[in-house]
């Protein structure tokens, strides 16, 4: 990624991903976001921020190899989302009133390209999806359903958790050392044989490195 994370980004996320609390304020320390009992006030943008977000995402999207289109708002594809970005129609939609500088517009590229579409294509066994769920402690779970208003009995709503947890990692850009993608990849290895071998910090950050990956092979 273009801006690498600073020495204390990589402090404030050093704990994630299982640690819950972190997410939530690495998301407000990093991009500024108000604390979720707050409300959420959305300017509106004109075409001149909807082409300078349109200007910081050039290099990513040509190393990427994915454009998104970027509109003022998600209420201009019809849809009311508190979101930043969202795939439609298997295109990632980026809403520029949602961005306020270009760190977090390259994160929100991050999360909308690899992290649901690029995870979504990746995932596409729902086994897989299943067992991360499985290996969450509780509380985890518990948050991540609330947040998402799903079920934790559900079984295509665990799926789901799952595919946006990744997202959210991959919104944060943690990069793992050589050695650290070495131990995941050997890891998975293993799992092959034995299944149940539980998922530790690294593996959960493997996935969506290897739908970065993907992405870039076109």
Request: net charge neutral.
């Amino acid at each position: 990624m273009n801006s690498a994370v600073s020495l204390q980004e990589e402090a404030i996320v050093d704990s994630l991903p299982i640690n819950i609390e972190a997410i939530k304020k690495a998301f407000i320390q990093l991009h500024q976001l108000p604390a979720a009992n707050e409300q959420i006030i959305r300017e509106t943008v004109d075409a001149a921020h909807v082409m300078q977000v349109k200007d910081w995402l050039q290099d990513l999207e040509r190393e990427l190899g994915v454009k998104a289109k970027v509109v003022a708002s998600s209420q201009e594809c019809g849809l009311t989302l508190d979101a930043p970005a969202a795939v439609i129609n298997d295109e990632p939609v980026i809403f520029a009133n949602c961005i306020a500088h270009q760190k977090m517009a390259l994160d929100v590229f991050e999360y909308v390209v690899v992290g649901l579409l690029g995870i979504e294509r990746l995932l596409k066994d729902n086994k897989t999806s299943l067992r991360l769920f499985a290996d969450l402690n509780q509380d985890t779970q518990e948050y991540l359903v609330k947040r998402y208003q799903l079920s934790l009995d559900n079984v295509e709503d665990q799926v789901l958790v799952v595919k946006m947890y990744l997202a959210d990692l991959a919104s944060l850009n943690i990069r793992l050392t050589w050695l650290q993608r070495r131990e995941a990849w050997q890891r998975q290895c293993v799992r092959l044989l034995y299944p149940k071998l539980k998922y530790e910090s690294q593996d959960w950050h493997y996935p969506w490195l290897k739908a970065r990956r993907s992405l870039k092979k076109g």
